[in-house]
């Protein structure tokens, strides 16, 4: 009889029970042998050596970490989206990758995740992680500079000059969007808590909107808006787009539209070009990264069911 070799991995099995629900436990490390032969073939994908993990904080909330694309059950699942590792074994007929190398990126949503010792992703969601840039911040730069990127360029489409109102300037998020859109030539209004105002100065906001105290509509007219809160304040916001101007948001579907101009959701998706640009401009210094915490996968349950709040981005610390 075949013995799988273990690893240890954060698992959820139960939806009701959120972050509290999460378990530190043993499960099957991926069969490489299996994966590289022609019979256990699924094309394009690679073993992970897991070095650094990020979570988002509403994953448990998202249909896809409890159920697969045909809609199956797939608990126990592991959670954890953003992943930064060396590749141990290449399944078969994949290319672009080789054993060794050091990779960051997104895995898929509906797969097991990256809060474990190693991963299963698909190449083509991965890029190659220059060997001066830490794992942790490789981890911690996958999401959230992709999202940013995608917003501020792919979707809202925005040029030099323009300016560009940024929800939660000071998070995991709006921080890397602050500072791509200004890279980019554009005039930036961020928004966040007054305990926030300093820090997204520091990212580079040249108008800072305090949700609690200012008025958010005597911002004026801009010609993008990046939303990650939604709700009321992502309602509010449509009032504020300019003609021909976009409401871009990741907060789901928005509740009210630009009189003249166009609203769209979306969800970030692994792009391989875009990691690397995203890298480069770590290595030269232009992007800074915003990690609140980094924790072990030992005390991972712990450090997302902190009773303070954390600012920026936690990031497990899986291999040392």
Same mark, same amino acid.
């Given at each position: 009889?075949e ?9 959820? &099995? $139960?939806?009701?029970?959120?972050? !509290?629900?999460?378990?530190? %436990?043993e499960?099957?490390?991926p069969?490489? #042998?299996? @994966? ?52 141990t074994?290449?399944?078969?007929g994949t290319t ?10 997104? &895995? $898929?949503?509906?797969?097991?995740? !990256?809060?474990?010792?190693? %991963? ?6 991965? #890029?190659p @992680?220059?060997?001066d840039v830490?794992f ?10 992709l ?28 921080s890397m969007?602050?500072?791509l ?13 007054a305990?926030?105002?300093?820090m997204a100065f $520091?990212f ?17 007219g ?39 101009g ?28 915003n ?28 291999r040392?």
């Amino acid at each position: 009889m075949e013995i799988l070799e273990k690893m240890k991995a954060i698992v959820v &099995t $139960d939806e009701a029970a959120g972050m !509290s629900g999460m378990k530190l %436990v043993e499960r099957p490390k991926p069969d490489a #042998a299996r @994966l590289a032969s022609l019979s256990g073939a699924s094309y394009g994908d690679v073993v992970v050596q897991v070095h650094a993990s990020g979570f988002t904080w509403d994953e448990l909330t998202w249909p896809s970490t409890w159920t697969d694309r045909i809609g199956r059950d797939r608990t126990p699942s592991i959670p954890g989206h953003e992943v930064a590792g060396v590749v141990t074994a290449l399944s078969y007929g994949t290319t672009g990758l080789s054993v060794g190398q050091r990779v960051f990126g997104l &895995t $898929d949503w509906t797969r097991d995740g !990256s809060l474990a010792e190693y %991963v299963v992703v698909e190449a083509r969601n991965l #890029a190659p @992680l220059p060997s001066d840039v830490d794992f942790t911040v490789g981890a911690g730069v996958a999401m959230t500079g992709l999202t940013a990127w995608q917003g501020l360029f792919e979707h809202g489409h925005l040029r030099a000059g323009q300016s560009v109102l940024v929800h939660g300037a000071a998070g995991a998020v709006g921080s890397m969007a602050v500072q791509l859109a200004r890279q980019a030539g554009a005039y930036v209004i961020g928004t966040g808590r007054a305990a926030h105002r300093q820090m997204a100065f $520091d990212f580079g906001v040249q108008e800072f909107v305090d949700l609690e105290n200012d008025s958010l509509e005597d911002v004026g007219g801009v010609d993008l808006v990046f939303d990650v809160f939604g709700g009321d304040i992502g309602k509010r916001s449509a009032s504020l787009v300019r003609a021909g101007g976009m409401l871009v948001t990741i907060a789901g579907p928005p509740e009210a539209r630009p009189a003249n101009g166009l609203a769209v959701d979306f969800v970030v998706v692994s792009d391989r070009a875009q990691l690397s640009e995203i890298a480069q401009r770590v290595r030269d210094g232009r992007l800074r990264t915003n990690i609140g915490q980094i924790a072990t996968l030992d005390d991972a349950v712990a450090a997302f069911n902190a009773t303070e709040r954390i600012k920026g981005k936690t990031v497990i610390r899986v291999r040392e």
